[in-house]
């Protein structure tokens, strides 16, 4: 029994939202500086794919990208915990989280 | 029905007789650290046992019968089978108690002969592997498996030569034997790939039944034959590839004896006494044959005469005496060959167990001008080698008299000049072998108080295969009276089934009359007992010792250098072959592919000089990058 459920908004309206969060996702992780500031603009990227993926799955009426978007919650969320993990270390050893000063790796 | 039953019971040991020394191979050589000594016990204890088996099957093989199985089918394409299977007949059998018998003689004097030394079981391991595929060699059913047999003994060959492969000079006596067989070797390949593709097949069987259908002296069994004799020629070493047989005693005596004496270079003997139907039917190669025999039997008896280094001297008369056995086999008389390749083996590695009896008491000496009077102190030794001595020199009623009459007999039958250069041959022969032995065992010692200090007989199992062998080149003759006795050739009959065929076409030799017979025999007993004579005076009675090799002038320098053939194959061929890799070297590896594989080095590292400037360590333009990569490829997704 997979039909569609009757949708009050236009599916249209999710597109643009989820498409306006990725920009501004996308805008904060190439302008901002600092590496905390970067990961929750990474998150946001993150959630606006998640949001894109719910929508799809609510219009087509079934429930599977449901689920699956818990799923990618899940590991995000561990994910974002080695990530600030990382941050209070490297914090911790060099004072900075500036992304400009981090710059040890090359060549 | 009796014959199948009996040949069934024969395939068992027939399995197994080559299968001893390969489980003594891989015994000696895995847990020859751990084994030491005992090792040679073991490998000699294999080689036993393929004896008694070997006997066995010489015991039971039912008469004029032979046994012909396969084992597996190996390739099969088209109507084509090749099959790896064992044949045994009274030439294979001859071959095996000879191989085996000599074999266990020689392992168990090498007991003695390499104690101190510290790769006594690699040498046993090596001795077996040689053994294992000279068994190969003799027990094939068709070329191709004789061919396995060819290689592994050249291989073993190599080894062994290079057994001290600390001394350079030894690995390249190793080498230039390897290489002078591998040009034999092109040549039998050769003939394999005629015959494969006229014949239908590798087997013996199929080839003798293909070869009904052509005519004398076609041109294709012509050029078969003489392509098996260029493989012969090889093996063998005869005029042109002999170089490589003298060159080859840098092994350890016993391996001479057994490799370059008795088994590996009788396997030319016996490819072509094996394809005897395919020679009968080419009259023509059987000319060449005889001929190139002939020529090094005189040539290499010559060299002989001059040589002072008494396993040189031994190994000249090998390919001398390899020359009289291929001159018989020119003549057509197949077994008379093989008789002698039997009385050979005897004699021969009595001789060659002798000098190394004589080089063991001397401490590694073997130039017999620092010899002399070792009769008083190696009694044993002096005795065997003078009994091989007389055995070669064709005094009756020793072995060599007797297949060396039969040759000659043979000759005088068809080729009245052929007749007159062997026993020229054999009388030249004679003189050095009388010359080794005066100049080694009698006069007064002449080497130094050191070594005279050193002398001492060896231990049992040096002097007891010795004695064995002495016994052996003094018996085996009489397996084959000549008919003047009035006794049968047991030899001969043995053999008959075997050369059946090519008799057939050849004609029976027509046999001389019992005077002439006598003549021939008073004639070659004459001229070893001249040689005899002259050896004694100048040896003995003048007490002549050879002058250092600086002193050597003239034709006796020319022969002393052995006619500079060495020299000859250095300048013609190997030295233009060197300059060849010179020139090649600079045009094609330093200009082409050196170019190729530097300029892919620096293709490599140009770009990754100029690419690693990009990571600049600055996560901000990584980031950056990444997304407008992204863009790039998303914009391209949309326009195509």
């Known amino acids: ?107 | 029905m009796d014959n199948f039953l009996a040949l069934t019971k024969l395939i068992t040991p027939a399995s197994l007789v080559a299968l001893f020394p390969l489980l003594g191979f891989f015994v000696t050589s895995l847990f020859g650290k751990s084994l030491k000594h005992a090792s040679g016990w073991i490998a000699s204890g294999m080689i036993l046992l393929s004896f008694i088996c070997s006997l066995f099957l010489f015991l039971n093989l039912p008469t004029g019968a032979s046994l012909n199985f396969n084992l597996l089918e190996w390739m099969k394409w088209g109507n084509i089978t090749l099959s790896f299977g064992i044949l045994i007949d009274p030439l294979s059998l001859v071959m095996l108690l000879v191989i085996t018998g000599i074999g266990f003689l020689i392992h168990l004097y090498s007991i003695g002969y390499m104690h101190h030394d510290k790769g006594f079981s690699r040498f046993f391991a090596y001795l077996n592997l040689f053994i294992f595929f000279m068994l190969i060699l003799v027990l094939g059913n068709s070329y191709l498996v004789m061919f396995i047999g060819w290689e592994g003994v050249g291989l073993c060959s190599y080894l062994l030569i290079g057994f001290w492969f600390k001394n350079d000079a030894y690995n390249d006596a190793a080498k230039k034997a390897f290489i002078m067989n591998r040009i034999g070797d092109l040549g039998f390949l050769l003939g394999m790939f005629f015959m494969l593709f006229y014949f239908g097949g590798l087997d013996f069987l199929t080839v003798n039944e293909a070869i009904k259908a052509y005519p004398i002296n076609n041109i294709i069994i012509v050029a078969v034959t003489l392509l098996l004799f260029v493989g012969a020629m090889g093996k063998s070493a005869q005029i042109p590839l002999y170089t490589w047989l003298p060159d080859a005693m840098a092994g350890p005596t016993p391996v001479s004896a057994l490799i370059h004496a008795a088994t590996m270079v009788t396997a030319g003997i016996y490819m072509i006494c094996r394809s005897n139907l395919l020679f009968a039917m080419a009259p023509h190669t059987l000319e060449v044959v005889m001929w190139v025999g002939v020529a090094t039997s005189i040539f290499a008896a010559i060299i002989g005469i001059k040589q002072n280094d008494i396993k040189k001297v031994l190994a000249y008369s090998t390919v001398s005496q390899l020359g009289l056995m291929f001159a018989a086999l020119g003549m057509g008389a197949f077994e008379s060959g093989m008789f002698h390749v039997v009385t050979h083996a005897f004699f021969k590695a009595l001789l060659f167990l002798g000098a190394g009896s004589v080089i063991h008491a001397m401490g590694g000496e073997q130039d017999v001008r620092q010899m002399g009077g070792l009769w008083k102190y190696i009694r044993i030794t002096s005795m065997t080698f003078l009994i091989g001595t007389i055995a070669i020199s064709g005094i009756p009623p020793l072995a060599g008299f007797f297949s060396k009459d039969e040759i000659l007999a043979a000759a005088y039958n068809s080729h009245k000049e052929v007749w007159v250069l062997l026993s020229i041959s054999s009388m030249i022969t004679a003189f050095y072998m009388f010359r080794v032995f005066f100049l080694t065992f009698s006069n007064s010692f002449r080497g130094t108080e050191e070594q005279k200090h050193h002398i001492h007989e060896s231990p049992w199992t040096m002097t007891v295969p010795l004695s064995i062998l002495a016994i052996l080149a003094a018996i085996a003759g009489f397996w084959g009276l000549p008919a003047v006795t009035g006794q049968t050739h047991l030899f001969s009959a043995y053999l008959k089934p075997v050369f059946e065929g090519s008799k057939a076409i050849l004609g029976e030799a027509h046999e001389a009359d019992h005077a002439t017979e006598l003549m021939l025999m008073g004639i070659a007993v004459l001229a070893a007992a001249i040689s005899f004579g002259v050896a004694w005076k100048f040896y003995i009675s003048s007490k002549i010792v050879p002058e250092p090799d600086s002193e050597t002038k003239g034709f006796a320098k020319w022969v002393a250098n052995k006619f500079y053939i060495d020299e000859l194959y250095d300048n013609v061929i190997v030295k233009p072959m060197m300059v060849i890799s010179d020139i090649l070297f600079v045009l094609i590896d330093k200009l082409v592919v050196d170019l190729v594989v530097m300029a892919t080095a620096w293709i490599v590292g140009f770009t990754g000089r100029t690419l690693r400037l990009v990571q600049t360590g600055n996560a901000g333009f990584y980031l950056f990058a990444m997304v407008i990569g992204m863009m790039i490829l998303m914009f391209i997704q949309l326009v195509y």
């Open chain 1, 1 to 107: 029994m997979n039909l569609p459920v009757e949708q009050t908004n236009p599916q249209n309206w999710y597109l643009v939202l989820s498409t306006i969060l990725f920009s501004i996702g996308v805008m904060g992780v190439l302008m901002r500086r600092n590496a905390l500031i970067i990961l929750m603009c990474i998150e946001l990227m993150l959630n606006s794919v998640n949001l894109l993926l719910v929508s799809f799955s609510a219009y087509a009426g079934n429930t599977e990208g449901q689920v699956f978007v818990f799923f990618i919650m899940v590991v995000a969320a561990a994910e974002v915990a080695v990530g600030l993990a990382l941050l209070v270390s490297i914090y911790r050893n060099i004072g900075t989280t500036d992304i400009d000063i981090l710059s040890k790796l090359k060549w």
